[in-house]
């Protein structure tokens, strides 16, 4: 079984952009993966400049080194992305995706690459304002991303609550800063990066952890051989350390 990987509490995110190395060309004719991703979640997976970066898009390339094949990302919604790998439209989903069970009735699961949970974006002055009752306090709204852990969460946790959906976490900042909102849920990679990048206009990240996650790779359940190839290709960059300097580049302060 591989070891899985922890998120701490990190004081900023800065100097992102830095690529893996890669240790390699392939061939011309190398056969193609196509990874499966909603590049919308900063600092795991999202576009820059035209080009998919971060956590899960470093991972995919080493996965296609590992493997001897090219990477071909394939953006889909977010809530089509088990149909597209279901339906051979692409090999693996990549794409900070949270292990449930529903989702493992439909794709088989990659082991466990990190461990996160979902935490609260609020207005610096009301930081501690939510600890006691969400519900109650958040008038104007919980801001979610669609179809997620945190959309789910708040329907089942709080039903009461009114939530507002937002395309990416930039949105839901900027509704956060124009009072059309209380607060933002999302999972941690995502909120300490919002909070970083809009420290200085007065976003911070509250004292609550809501739950606890494992992040992993989808397959078709049908495809035994690749999630085999990635629970190895898992086990060797856990051993080896590659695993966390990636983790340790995009997020500084991991460990």
């Not at 919002?194 to 739950?211: N, S, W």
Request: glycine share 8%; aromatic share 8%; charged share 25%.
């Amino acid at each position: 079984m591989s070891r899985t990987v922890r998120i701490s509490l990190w004081a900023g995110i800065t100097g992102l952009g830095i690529c893996w190395a890669s240790t390699g060309t392939l061939a011309a004719d190398a056969p193609v993966l196509r990874v499966g991703v909603t590049a919308n979640a900063p600092p795991m997976v999202f576009k820059s400049d035209g080009r998919i970066i971060g956590v899960e898009a470093e991972l995919a390339e080493a996965l296609g080194r590992h493997l001897g094949r090219k990477v071909v990302f394939v953006e889909q919604k977010w809530d089509e992305l088990i149909d597209a790998v279901s339906e051979d439209k692409c090999d693996i989903i990549m794409s900070s995706m949270s292990i449930t069970p529903a989702r493992s009735y439909r794709i088989a699961f990659s082991d466990s690459y990190l461990k996160v949970g979902q935490m609260v974006l609020a207005r610096a002055d009301e930081k501690y304002k939510y600890m006691a009752n969400i519900a109650v306090q958040a008038k104007r709204g919980i801001g979610v991303k669609e179809g997620t852990i945190a959309d789910f969460l708040v329907q089942q946790e709080l039903p009461g609550a009114k939530r507002k959906y937002f395309k990416n976490g930039d949105d839901a900042a900027a509704a956060l800063l124009r009072n059309k909102i209380d607060i933002f849920i999302s999972d941690a990679p995502m909120i300490w990066y919002l909070a970083a990048h809009y420290e200085a206009k007065g976003l911070v990240v509250t004292p609550m952890i809501l739950t606890q996650e494992q992040l992993g790779w989808g397959v078709a359940r049908t495809n035994t051989k690749l999630l085999a190839e990635v629970n190895d290709f898992l086990k060797k960059s856990q051993g080896s350390g590659e695993l966390n300097q990636v983790f340790s580049r995009w997020m500084p302060g991991f460990q």
